[in-house]
């Protein structure tokens, strides 16, 4: 499985943009680049996904270079609410697969 | 999206005791669940692979005798901690992805977790 490497703590404050880059140098042909959020007590919620190139939601950007081997979330304009832990996660896209969690960002949004 | 629901979101029990934890997904069947651990201010963690009508696959470490794993129907798992003790007192969450969402979607959900606390 490819290890992922993102930064343990970012500050932002409401308004801004945030930047989460997470690097996963081993990933595989046929993995997939998948972002979960979570809230203290509350299980992850899935933001975001792609394979490569640009990926746009409602709620976020994810931006992949041509190597694959980093992404970077993008979160515009961020507010209060938005103070949680990050995950990025590389999985193969396939039906019951576990998905392995690394460390993740924790993201501090403030006033 | 889909929902997977947990019961009960806390408990409180004295050592030497057993808790069930449910696991539902509420709008569709899951051959598949799966289940982690949190400990305060860690990373989730995956404890083992739950499969519909067949045993569970545990991860490196984990005790499948202590945590038994029943995934009796396409809908339901259930994770009891046997004879529990304070360090068992954890954060536990399940997760499940519905088969139709095919290769184009790799996206799970979360059950909002079951507290537990070993007195």
């Known amino acids: 499985l490819a290890k992922t490497t993102q930064p343990i703590s970012m500050d932002s404050y409401e308004g801004q943009e945030v930047n989460i880059t997470c690097s996963h140098n081993?990933?595989?042909?046929?993995?997939?680049i998948t972002w979960y959020q979570q809230f203290p007590s509350q299980g992850p919620r899935f933001i975001i996904q792609?394979?490569?190139t640009k990926v746009t939601n409602e709620v976020a950007s994810l931006f992949i270079p041509a190597d694959r081997k980093s992404s970077t979330l993008s979160l515009p304009r961020v507010s209060l609410s938005d103070t949680a832990v990050y995950y990025c996660?590389?999985?193969?896209?396939?039906?019951?697969?576990?998905?392995?969690f690394g460390k993740g960002t924790t993201l501090s949004v403030s006033s | 999206g889909a929902v997977v629901s947990q019961h009960p979101s806390w408990v409180i029990c004295k050592s030497g005791t057993s808790v069930k934890i449910e696991c539902r997904s509420l709008?569709?069947?899951?051959?598949?669940m799966f289940w982690y651990r949190q400990f305060p201010k860690q990373s989730l963690m995956l404890m083992a692979t739950?499969?519909?009508?067949?045993?569970?696959?545990?991860e490196q470490g984990v005790e499948k005798d202590k945590f038994l794993i029943n995934h009796a129907s396409l809908t339901l798992s259930t994770l009891t901690v046997t004879s529990a003790h304070p360090e068992d007192s954890s954060f536990y969450i399940c997760?499940?992805?519905?088969?139709?969402?095919?290769?184009?979607?790799?996206?799970?959900?979360f059950g909002p977790g079951t507290r537990l606390t070993v007195l």
């Open positions: 739950s499969n519909e009508g067949s045993k569970a696959t545990y």
């Open positions: 792609g394979y490569k």
């Open positions: 709008d569709f069947q899951a051959t598949t």
């Open positions: 996660l590389v999985a193969a896209n396939q039906a019951g697969t576990a998905l392995i």
């Open positions: 081993n990933i595989a042909t046929n993995d997939y």
């Open positions: 997760s499940a992805r519905p088969p139709e969402y095919g290769t184009g979607r790799n996206e799970q959900f």
